[in-house]
């Protein structure tokens, strides 16, 4: 392509008709093989059980992050708010990259193949790629990143209660899953930011449409990203990775492709990520169809633990779950586990398995780390004092949920 | 669930909404592993690679067009229109199960992997279901299917010009897409529909939306089903599945889940698949997953061939394709190829997969089944005598292109 | 129209696609004058001054009630709820006419003209409707709007904190205004209804959806119905039509078509318009552009009250509105008052007009109406002892705030 | 509003989501009275009778065609197009003053009232408007709407085949219809569009985009704009008008605002507005309300012919149309008008407002004034010879009906 017809590519998007790139970096960036392979890790994992429509990635929702990151520069330069040019491809750099760590069903795999989590695999990838693209504007966006850039507004658009990450995913899951309750106005959000002293402020007429914007966040997570059927399955997907891991080292072949086999034979850390090559390697080569494959045929396994265990989550004979605000009193527990006991015979001494005990948390208002309104007369607020929503939800900012799971007899 | 409280599922959908289900058998149905399998089946195979929303699957669009089914068995009849309960159930199911036979990149495996037509995987699938699920309407629903029910609007509006299989996918495509030019009214083509002597028709005041909804579909066929980036990889993952057939009987083990193994391993045709359990039941269990995961460790195989046309369609360095109007003349024929061969010696003996000189057509308009139309004086024409764009398009009906494939040197 | 042939009549509605009509007498409800009459009534007075795109007429709210309450019936018979022909038919017309006895900036005539609320109006008119069409179905209609049907559910969809009424407005009006925050899914909120007891309830799993039509309701007053623009644009208009039948009264010629002369030179009160032919007759033919096309010439009147306010109102140069928590405490009110009067020392004397002093309300949640919810264990309890939500907001379910207007000097 | 604090104004709108302005100069021309006034004006006029939803004014069509001119400016600076800040402020001066000097009704009023089209009539205004804003933006707009400016695609872009008015007015249109297939993706036809030699063209890849906008403004035009209701009530208040004008003339008073009677009184041309201050100070003060508050009063006028013309349009007892693709021959013509004679044999005398015979027109793509388009390898065609659909349509790229209209006996 010569230079001078160099006019970018434009990416059809049905959440915002179209995201256009003009900037060579950042098309190339979207060309390299550690941002493409996102286009094979979904989005929300397992929600798709429940929302058919809930199918796109990763890879989607960079895109939608980094076109966000161009609007809010946009936006912000025409209130007068100066932003560098390095300042702005970095901050649209830090919003493609900021899931590229991400691996196939991530808490899954973070959880049951290796204690890495996503954000520190990202952090490594985009130094990686620093070496490849030595400019300012990718430096920045690592200090973006980490939250070391000293204009904390630029770091708060990529990761605060009002980012733009939160903006596209809350947008983006809405709109493919149809829970329509869940759509917020990034448009307006974006409007309504401002920035002074380099932090990040909401305009006072914005109040409304920021705890709409909490509360629509907080749908979304009881209906859907810990929706009851969400939860369960993903229990069931970390046990089975568990499980064949463990079939493996007691000696019984599992069917895998060479780059899952790897993390069942090894115990990865954090620093073998870092430093081996080997580890990261695998990693990257590693996607969601890669373990739905395998996962099939462990339904089939002669191991009775793998065998039911992959074949509760592929025939969708999930574990029953019971939710509730307060905790599972002992005697409640017992007389589950006993239950479970008795009707799973063949499983006596696998019931970690089988029978889980756990929560959820869902976080309406982190106060600790507020969002600061500018009011009219040009004072600055946290939210939770000015909104009369927000200060009268004081014991709902966090809501915990107790749950147990364990198979249907 | 006890009877009493039996009350249906409701499905969230973002094209419709919500797609309800108050049928016992359709829900049965629907849970059928048989129906299951189509969740790994994308709709649109690889034109996720151009359009990255376009994830949708199989499943979805099948209940999108049992939905279709249900609101038109409503609208007609509030017309008038005289449809029992077997035959509004038995459409409903034919909706539903259209595509049930659909496998994996479904073209390419017809054409890769063995020579059998989807519809009639579809059917067979459709007859071993009736065993279970003895009742007039499945009955009729088979008819429906293979148009053998006496009443041929119920089979047009599986199977025809204005089908409801059309309508879903072109409104279906059209939003994960997001290319909104082939958004069609589906409600509106609904609304307009009526039946005349047991015929489809529609009415008058409904030409200007037809003509509407035929030229969205042929948009939609250039633009996105024919997409030359699709039409490209499509032709790889053909390649590819052939190469990885033959690479296996040349003696060399090629990495495989069973179930694909089984197809690589056989010649299947139509009779093994209505006969063999086996055929069958390796089918059923094959998806898009199996492929993908498969075809990235081909992308590292000994064997060149197989592991250039992986790599080349894994690493997106697709196919160069020229498509024209017309015929290539010979002697662009013979320079293209010799560039490819002097190009990548090492394939001298594998032209034929490096090299690929083929056609698509994009048909507007079929006369020979055409369109009825009832006129505001009760007369009933064919579309393309009342119409006058469509008289006009005589022409271009149907356009057939030329194009040829070859890899980039 | 002959009967064979008959087949209802298609609305387009860009809300819900289409409004679908099968019933004779909705039809010619429809077509009557009283109804039609309301084409020219807009639904959000004075909003549009605001949100430009909010131009919808009470006509198309009605429309889009009476196809909500069809649907409604469709969804609750498809759960099992037992409705009647005639119960349903009641429904829809209670939908269509529920609005029947607006006029022209209802509440602006409402205090400015006569005092008789829309709901008396409404119901004269259906009265005056069933001596055209005595059938058994406007006379549930009349029992349902009056709430003495006694199938209490029926009387909940058209009235009541979850009715159908509602759910369109909101929906409507966020389509129009293009506030996206306060769209609600009213298929969903259908789809979670059911009936218990011949009661409305909603399904536990619909708390979180209840939960957001609440608070998206209160969002839409907070930022449209109750908008200082608006709160001060609608004071003006009744202002304005006070101030034009005074000035009536002092002798002074004003400009006004017959009907609205009629309300401008008599006191007509709620027996008036039961009794006296006359009165409806002119409230019948009195809608928003005559309102309008009259205020325009007042703008030049010679009376410097009228003109002035006309004037205020057609140039836009509203009053400014101060809008706080807390009464205003009586130093400022002398403060403000003092400074209008030296500022507009003309109107000395007609002070009422230039200083207002009010209150405005928003009803998150009316805890002696309640909504009631089925717990998934069969109990039914109200929304605000099981929703977290609700319960947290007790001090919040009515938010009350004080406003003084006055105009800029 | 101090200029340190100046950030511009934001307008929903549901069409784009947000307009924002920033400019102080188009901040000021939208605050200007000649603007303001077109909120009263109705964008589709009668259009309302058949589709509820059009109720949107040429004051949110003109906001909207300004936005899409802000939008293509950006679009094209960044692919790469010159465009200074004075030619840009001018492009959007230009979009939100085209239709300036509509009237209400408008093609009523040019017809019946006074002959003088709305564009000299916004030409006229423009000039007036430099007076107080004299700068070279203002200049450059003027420049631009009477297509005198130097750079032809600035030009087009403001009115041409592709024009961001069209862009405009289809998308709106269909919106607030609901005729969804009229909508066009204003975003694509922005990003296809590009500037060569000053001219502007359409890449290549963009032929079929291009075609599905044609076709669905001629959609638009048979559906909607010269829908047969829509002609019937459009020549309806035509000849409303005209017979009140005559009415007064033969001596008899006919209730009007002022602004009204003086266009019923006096006989206004071309010259007249341009010269006399009068009769452009009514014009600026008449608007739809004023048209309908009189045709009210009009349809209980003792004049018979005004009366059953007024009461006609008012009580939507349109005149009957027939419309066909060729002229009516001379008997049928005789016929229907003898029908006529017969059945009001008390308009003998009146047969013009009674009987009319005419055309409507719906014109494709104008062949004279093509579309460019720029191939893949450089070259620019028109469409009509690089588009087989165009190519083909060569004998209906403009279609003309014939019709006639009478009242139903």
Redesign the interface.
């Given at each position: 392509m010569s230079r001078a017809n160099f006019?970018?590519k434009?990416?059809?998007?049905?959440?915002y008709?179209?995201i256009?790139v003009?900037n060579e970096i950042l098309l190339s960036l979207i060309?390299h093989?550690y941002f493409?392979r996102l286009?094979?890790i979904s989005q929300m994992g397992l929600a798709?059980l429940?929302?058919?429509?809930a199918?796109?990635?990763r890879?989607?929702h960079a895109?939608g992050v980094m076109h966000l990151m161009q609007e809010a520069v946009k936006t912000l330069r025409?209130?007068?708010v100066r932003i560098s040019d390095d300042e702005g491809l970095g901050l649209s750099i830090a919003g493609l990259l900021h899931d590229v760590g991400h691996g196939p069903f991530s808490h899954a795999l973070e959880h049951a193949l290796f204690p890495v989590q996503h954000e520190q695999i990202s952090l490594l990838l985009m130094r990686r790629l620093q070496e490849q693209y030595p400019c300012r504007a990718m430096e920045i966006a690592i200090e973006i990143f980490n939250r070391s850039y000293p204009r904390p507004f630029l770091c708060s658009l990529v990761s605060g209660q009002l980012d733009l990450d939160r903006a596209d995913y809350l947008l983006r899951d809405s709109?493919?899953?149809?829970?329509?309750?869940g759509?917020?106005?990034s448009?307006?959000i974006m409007?309504l930011m401002n920035v002074h002293n380099d932090e990040l402020v909401i305009e006072e007429k914005g109040i409304?449409?920021v705890?709409?914007f909490l509360?629509?966040r907080r749908?979304m997570y009881?209906?859907v990203y810990i929706h009851k059927t969400v939860i369960s399955s993903e229990h069931l997907i970390t046990s089975i990775l568990k499980r064949a891991k463990e079939t493996l080292r007691e000696g019984h072949d599992v069917?895998a492709?060479?780059q899952l086999r790897y993390f069942l034979e090894n115990d990865v850390n954090v620093n073998d990520m870092l430093q081996m090559h080997d580890a990261l390697e695998h990693f990257l080569?590693l996607d969601?169809?890669?373990i739905?494959?395998?996962m099939?045929?462990w339904a089939k396994h002669k191991d009775e633990t793998l065998s039911f265990l992959s074949g509760s989550l592929w025939?969708?004979k999930l574990f029953r779950i019971e939710l509730q605000?307060d905790p599972f009193d002992a005697k409640t527990l017992r007389a589950r586990k006993h239950l479970v006991e008795n009707a799973f015979p063949q499983f006596s001494g696998k019931m970690d398995y089988l029978f889980v005990n756990d929560t959820v948390k869902n976080v309406l208002y982190q106060q600790d780390n507020p969002i600061k309104v500018r009011l009219k007369n040009g004072g600055i607020r946290n939210l939770d004092e000015v909104s009369?929503?927000m200060s009268?939800?004081?014991?709902?900012l966090e809501?915990k949920r107790y749950y147990i799971l364990y198979p249907r007899a």
């Open positions: 006019q970018g434009i990416i059809n998007d049905p959440v008709g179209f256009s003009h060309d093989p493409q286009r094979h798709q429940v929302y058919p429509g199918r796109h990635t890879f989607h895109l025409d209130k007068g709109f493919y899953t149809g829970v329509v309750e759509a917020i106005g448009d307006r409007k409304y449409s705890e709409k509360l629509a749908l009881w209906q069917f492709p060479p080569d969601d169809n890669d739905i494959s395998a099939k045929q025939k969708r605000d009369s929503i009268s939800l004081q014991n709902v809501q």
